[in-house]
C-alpha cells in the first residue's frame, strides 16, 4: 500500500523552530517532487515548499523564504521540511504531497500547487504561540 508519513508537528513559542519529515511507505521518492502543504482552519490549503528528486530543485512560497529549508534525505527515503523562526501565522496542519514525474502534474510542485499531487500524508498539527 502507497502511502506518506508525515511527523514532526507539535506545539512551540513564536521565534522557536520545528522539523517535519515525511516518510514513503510502499514507493520510493526516486522519480517524484515532494511537497509540503498547510491548511489553517477556515482557510483554504496553501502551498509551501516542495523539491524535485531529478534535480533537486527547491521552490517555497513568499512568506515562508529564508525561514524553512526542505531538504531530500535519498538514503532513508524522506523530505524534511525545518521551520526556524516560526511565527503564530504558521499554525495549521501540514500535509506531505508527492506527484510522479511523468503524471502530467508534475509542474505542480513549482507552482506550489496542490490539485495535481497524487499522494498524500495524514497531517500533522503545527501550533505557534505568541
Known amino acids: 500500500e502507497v502511502q506518506l508519513q508525515a511527523s514532526g508537528g507539535g506545539l512551540v513559542q513564536a521565534g522557536g523552530s520545528l522539523r517535519l519529515s515525511c516518510a514513503a511507505v510502499g514507493f520510493t521518492f526516486d522519480d517524484h517532487a515532494i511537497g509540503w502543504f498547510r491548511q489553517a482552519p477556515g482557510k483554504e490549503r496553501e502551498g509551501v515548499s516542495c523539491?524535485?528528486?531529478?534535480?533537486?530543485?527547491?521552490y517555497y512560497a513568499d512568506f515562508v523564504k529564508g525561514r524553512f529549508t526542505i531538504s531530500s534525505d535519498n538514503s532513508e527515503n524522506t523530505v524534511s521540511l525545518q521551520m526556524n523562526s516560526l511565527k503564530p501565522e504558521d499554525t495549521a496542519t501540514y500535509y506531505c504531497?508527492?506527484?510522479?514525474?511523468?503524471?502530467?502534474?508534475?509542474?505542480?510542485?513549482?507552482?506550489?500547487?496542490?490539485?495535481?499531487?497524487?499522494?498524500w500524508g495524514k497531517g500533522t498539527l503545527v501550533t505557534v504561540s505568541s
Open positions: 523539491i524535485r528528486r531529478d534535480d533537486g530543485s527547491t
Open positions: 504531497a508527492a506527484v510522479y514525474a511523468d503524471s502530467g502534474s508534475y509542474d505542480d510542485c513549482a507552482r506550489l500547487d496542490y490539485t495535481g499531487m497524487d499522494y
